[in-house]
């Protein structure tokens, strides 16, 4: 079955960084959408899974959440196969289970709900110590 796979997940001190790529494993497609949306969330113990960054793959639009506007960008190479979350000054309350998903999007957005993704990574455990 097609998925995704996380890579460069570890630990880290605060004020450092961390890339995180994701890549497909297998095919995955669909025959009618307007865009293909790539998301990273994160799950913290006892916390819902949240939107962190998003990108619109072949438009290049981006979002962010707010708490990591300014300290993470997400990028894809250009094959527009791998997908990159950046991560720079990171704090301790980053520290989660990192996900990637893909959504194969009919509206005018890349959605920030994790339930709107249909494809997922296994997830990278990032911990960020103070």
């Known amino acids: 079955q097609a998925r995704l796979v996380e890579s460069g997940g570890g630990s880290v001190q605060a004020g450092g960084s961390l890339t995180l790529s994701c890549a497909p494993s297998?095919?995955?497609?669909?025959?009618?959408?307007?865009?293909?949306?790539v998301g990273w969330f994160r799950q913290a113990p006892g916390k819902e899974r949240e939107a962190v960054a998003r990108?619109?793959?072949?438009?290049?639009?981006?979002y962010y959440a707010d708490n990591v506007k300014g300290r993470f960008t997400i990028s894809t190479d250009n094959a527009k196969i791998t997908v990159y979350l950046q991560m720079n000054s990171l704090k301790p309350e980053d520290t989660a289970t990192y996900y990637c998903?893909?959504?194969?999007?009919?509206?005018?957005?890349?959605?920030?709900?994790?339930?709107?993704?249909?494809?997922w990574g296994q997830g990278t455990q990032v911990t960020v110590s103070s």
């Open positions: 990108m619109d793959i072949f438009g290049g639009s981006t």
């Open positions: 297998g095919n995955i497609g669909s025959t009618y959408y307007s865009r293909l949306c």
């Open positions: 998903a893909a959504l194969f999007s009919i509206s005018a957005f890349c959605s920030g709900r994790y339930s709107d993704y249909n494809y």
